[in-house]
């Protein structure tokens, strides 16, 4: 599986930015999505995940403000982010997981990172 990340770049407060994370490969073998982002000086956080059977779930701090999906038919999972705060600043990293029946049981694939900045 590869992964090619997009759509980062510069907004203010308050603004809108949409990743888009463009799978090829064996897409149908992932069992969760992922995106993760890192910001300047701190360790990469885990910040929305989509499982396969269609649960979300997200960080605290992007709560009710971010919303991760997939497109089946574009081969793609983006991460719509709205409302954006300067602390969202980092490199945005989309993520797939495969989980095997037997050791080493977790795949996990990366795509490059794609940078957000937002200016106050």
């Known amino acids: 599986v590869q992964l090619q990340a997009s759509g980062g770049g510069l907004v203010q407060a308050g603004g809108s930015l949409r990743l888009s994370c463009a799978v090829s490969g064996s897409a149908s073998s992932i069992d969760v999505w992922a995106w993760y982002r890192q910001a300047p000086g701190h360790q990469r956080e885990w910040v929305a995940t989509?499982?396969?059977?269609?649960?979300?779930n997200y960080i605290d701090a992007v709560t009710g403000r971010f919303a991760i999906s997939r497109d089946t038919v574009r081969n793609t999972v983006s991460l719509q982010m709205n409302n954006l705060k300067p602390e969202d600043t980092a490199v945005y990293y989309c993520n797939a997981l495969f989980i095997a029946t037997k050791a080493p049981y977790e795949h996990n694939y990366w795509g490059q990172g794609t940078l957000v900045t937002v200016s106050s």
């Open positions: 989509l499982t396969n059977s269609g649960d979300t």
